[in-house]
């Protein structure tokens, strides 16, 4: 069966880098149309995709964000990782990875229970 | 503000139907990109409802339906139950953006 998990830390200070990582199950990231993403929630807030990661290593990343984020995978290990540099109060969320399963579609079936990540000095 | 537009909240009464909207431009639903809806219980992660406009993934009722035309997106839930209450969100591709969008969210609540 499909599993996510995010781990990272709980709590970051303002300016550090926020390094998440996504552990599956369950499925490949070799398979042709197979697809990660990072999708953050802050408290009481919709939703916002951060990035994606594909199968064949092509990289996406919201715009907004773009000169913040970097990710990367290690297909060998089921994992995904995103780095977010420069963290601020505002960045505080629960982050979620979730697993998008082809090509030319963009819904994510099976999500991580996500981890919050509070930004405080 | 969202791209995607969505009504806070709706409510409905046992038994009955409840519809949420979600509008957007021709950046995104009205480009013929996709639309999916997802249910979020607190404390929990998004829950995957409908997918491609219309479509219910393996063991989502058939209670809950999607439709789509021109740039809004709507998601029906009939036979409205006490465990629906939750956030609704819609999703979808914006063109300008080049990235994945979600809605502000729905809060359904059943009366």
């Known amino acids: 069966q499909v599993t996510l998990m995010e781990s990272g830390p709980a709590l970051v200070k303002p300016t550090e880098t926020l390094t998440l990582t996504c552990t599956f199950s369950?499925?490949?990231?070799?398979?042709?149309?197979?697809?990660v993403n990072w999708i953050r929630q802050p408290p009481g807030k919709a939703p916002e995709w951060l990035a994606r990661?594909?199968?064949?290593?092509?990289?996406f990343y919201n715009a907004s964000l773009r000169t913040r984020l970097a990710i990367s995978k290690d297909a060998s290990k089921n994992l995904v990782v995103l780095k977010m540099t420069n963290m601020d109060p505002g960045d505080t969320a629960t982050y979620f990875c979730?697993?998008?399963?082809?090509?030319?579609?963009?819904?994510?079936?099976?999500w991580g229970p996500g981890i919050l990540v509070t930004v405080s000095s | 503000q969202s791209v995607l537009a969505q009504p806070p909240s709706v409510s409905g009464a046992p038994g009955q139907r409840a519809t949420i909207s979600c509008t957007g431009s021709?950046?995104?639903?009205?480009?013929?990109?996709?639309v999916q809806w997802y249910q979020q219980l607190p404390g929990t992660a998004p829950r995957l409802l409908i997918y491609?406009?219309?479509n219910r993934p393996s063991g989502v009722p058939d209670r809950f339906s999607g439709s789509k035309s021109g740039t809004s997106a709507s998601l029906a839930i009939t036979g409205l139950q006490a465990d629906d209450e939750a956030d609704y969100y819609c999703?979808?591709?914006?063109?300008?953006?080049?990235?994945?969008?979600f809605g502000g969210g729905t809060k359904l609540t059943v009366l």
């Open positions: 979730a697993r998008s399963p082809y090509s030319n579609s963009f819904y994510s079936d099976y």
């Open positions: 990661i594909d199968w064949d290593d092509d990289e």
């Open positions: 491609g406009n219309t």
């Open positions: 021709s950046s995104n639903i009205g480009a013929g990109y996709d």
């Open positions: 999703q979808s591709h914006d063109r300008s953006l080049s990235g994945v969008i």
């Open positions: 369950g499925f490949s990231l070799t398979n042709n149309g197979m697809r």
